[in-house]
């Protein structure tokens, strides 16, 4: 028999335990994701120019039109962020759990 404390069961409590060091490290491997993603954009931030400059013919003029690297990087950019996104909400113990969109659009609200 499982005695009854506080409104939880003992069970409950001790398994408890074991599931916090989980939610630790989750904690810690999100915010290390996202601590790599905003250095590697910053990363590649920083190169766009130098490799633009480093693109030059031989005779020091650019065989494109320099503007649109910068159009192509924010294009790749909103890209990127989409699928960052969709990846971290189809992860969502929410979405999971309730298995339709109806909460990830309750989140989308909430942010609007």
């Known amino acids: 028999m499982v ?3 506080n409104g ?3 069970s409950k409590v001790a398994f408890g335990a074991y599931a916090e060091p989980k939610k630790q490290a989750e904690a810690m491997r999100n915010k290390s994701f996202k601590i790599a993603l905003v250095a590697s954009d910053c990363l590649l931030l920083g190169l766009q120019p130098v490799l633009v400059h480093l693109s030059k013919n031989s005779s020091g003029k650019f065989s ?4 649109s690297v910068n159009l192509m990087v924010e294009v790749c950019k909103v890209i990127f962020a989409l699928v ?3 990846c ?5 113990p929410v979405v999971k ?5 109806a909460p990830m659009a309750l989140q ?3 942010i609007v």
């Open 3 to 5: 005695a009854a404390m």
């Open 8 to 10: 939880l069961t003992l």
């Open 64 to 67: 494109f039109n320099p503007v």
């Open 84 to 86: 960052v996104l969709l």
């Open 88 to 92: 971290l909400v189809s992860s969502s």
């Open 97 to 101: 759990a309730a298995g339709d969109l």
């Open 108 to 110: 989308l609200e909430l």
